[in-house]
């Protein structure tokens, strides 16, 4: 039996990147700013690749490619560290 693997890739630095693995985050426009969440954006894009739409109420972000070092942890990261954008 061959086990399916999840398709991976190296960044720039040569870290394992997982390919397949997306995170949809929705955050909403009465609580949350885009400064913020670009911020945010600049300084996470190494460890995955972020693509953004604004909806009616939510600025939704989405990562992908993301560094395999991190992937389980990058969501919650990443929004603590927009909200702590958010009160500086």
């Keep these: ?26 955050f909403n426009k009465n609580l949350y700013n885009l400064k913020s969440i670009k911020s945010a954006i600049k300084e996470y894009n190494n460890l995955a690749d972020f693509s953004f739409k604004k909806t009616k109420k939510y600025i939704q972000v ?20 927009v909200f702590f954008l958010m009160r500086s």
Excluded: A, H, P
């Design 1 to 26: 039996m061959v086990k399916k693997q999840k398709k991976q890739s190296k960044n720039k630095t040569g870290k394992q990147r997982n390919k397949k693995e997306r995170i949809l985050i929705s």
């Design 62 to 81: 989405e990562l992908s490619n993301i560094d395999k070092s991190v992937e389980k942890i990058i969501k919650d990261e990443f929004c603590n560290y």
